[in-house]
């Protein structure tokens, strides 16, 4: 089997298992002075992939001779991952600790840079069950691997239908749609859409069935694909995002003539509101100004660049607003969506023209298969 082993700056006098997430499965092996990450393998709920699991698991424990102390595995309890988890140390006395989805992703881009220090970590992706029982995914973080204080998110948006929601793109665009403009405005812009499926949406969203609160930045990618009619249906994981970003392929960054730019919003905005103290990134003006732009006939490669620049702005935005209370400029950016090559690549050099410190992957995916080591991590020092 492949493994990656993270060489770490100080020593793990107790070993740590930790079981990774749902999809992209990948654990982590921790003890004295370095951590080894497994591949990642497929989701664990094909079971050919979590008997595979089981094997690589046993296979490196044998091969390195660690019995683990501490167990780690991620928050949500429907995870297969974290059910193995608990499985594992019936019988057995052993500490499981259950770690934060998006708290994981930033730890492991901190040791995967062998950052000192306190970051601001920015963590986007498709779902990661938040501490408040809601759906995350468009999170800003301060702190070490000691542990780290959620600080900004995206507007919490109903998704209705849960998972459906990430196979059918079409009901993140509904439920935005809706949430704006109401029923009737929301089935005029979907008209090419079932309005029966609507009907039971609206349903669902008024009555708070199978509807669950999410921030995250995977599902507005999926609405606004949806909405401008990219992708309604996904056949793979992130097809309605992936697609999104290759619109603009070939185009450069500037909008060129001819694609109905001339009348359209120069570009999007975010726009940022208060709560507690943490600050709330709404995406209304932003879905406001894609269903403007739709109704002035600009072209579908021109509304996503507006949309992924309006995401590098708010980032650099947010980034500024938080250095100034907290006196941070490392930033770690970590998380599924990151794999999109124009928003990483233009966020990037936004970020340090600022002064900031910008860190993102190296030895370890930034997807889903890197939390483990987060999780080992933060499962010690806790």
Request: with cysteine; glycine share 10%; charged share 25%.
């Amino acid at each position: 089997m492949k493994y990656t082993k993270i060489t770490l700056p100080y020593k793990i006098k107790s070993a740590v298992l930790a079981f990774g997430a749902q999809s992209k499965a990948a654990f982590c092996l921790a003890k004295g002075n370095a951590a080894y990450l497994s591949d990642s393998g497929g989701d664990l709920s094909d079971l050919e992939n979590f008997k595979k699991f089981e094997k690589q698991i046993k296979f490196l424990q044998k091969k390195f001779n660690i019995k683990p102390d501490i167990i780690a595995c991620d928050l949500h309890p429907e995870y297969i991952s974290t059910k193995y988890a608990h499985d594992w140390t019936q019988g057995v006395e052993y500490k499981v600790k259950t770690i934060q989805h998006h708290e994981a992703h930033v730890v492991s881009c901190i040791v995967d840079n062998n950052i000192k220090g306190r970051v601001m970590g920015v963590t986007f992706d498709g779902t990661g069950f938040g501490a408040d029982g809601n759906i995350w995914g468009g999170e800003f973080f301060t702190g070490d691997v000691k542990g780290l204080k959620r600080i900004a998110h995206l507007k919490y948006i109903p998704m209705p239908g849960a998972e459906a929601a990430i196979k059918e793109p079409w009901r993140m665009a509904f439920s935005y749609l809706y949430n704006i403009y109401g029923k009737g405005n929301a089935l005029k812009i979907l008209k090419r859409l079932d309005k029966k499926k609507m009907d039971i949406l609206e349903q669902a969203i008024n009555k708070k069935i199978n509807s669950p609160l999410t921030s995250s930045m995977g599902r507005l990618f999926d609405g606004v694909s949806s909405l401008i009619g990219i992708c309604d249906f996904a056949g793979y994981e992130g097809e309605a995002a992936i697609r999104l970003e290759k619109t603009i392929e070939g185009m450069g960054h500037s909008v060129p003539q001819g694609y109905g730019a001339g009348r359209a919003e120069r570009r999007y905005s975010f726009k940022y509101g208060n709560e507690n103290g943490i600050i709330i990134i709404d995406w209304k003006p932003v879905i406001r100004g894609v269903v403007k732009d739709l109704k002035l006939g600009v072209k579908k490669p021109v509304i996503s660049m507006k949309f992924h620049n309006a995401i590098c702005d708010m980032v650099k935005e947010v980034c500024i607003i938080l250095r100034k209370k907290y006196k941070i400029k490392k930033v770690c950016m970590s998380g599924g969506v990151f794999q999109n090559k124009y928003l990483s690549g233009r966020l990037r050099p936004m970020l340090v023209k600022e002064g900031f410190n910008v860190y993102g992957h190296k030895k370890v995916p930034t997807h889903d298969g890197g939390i483990a080591l987060g999780q080992a991590i933060l499962a010690y020092e806790s």
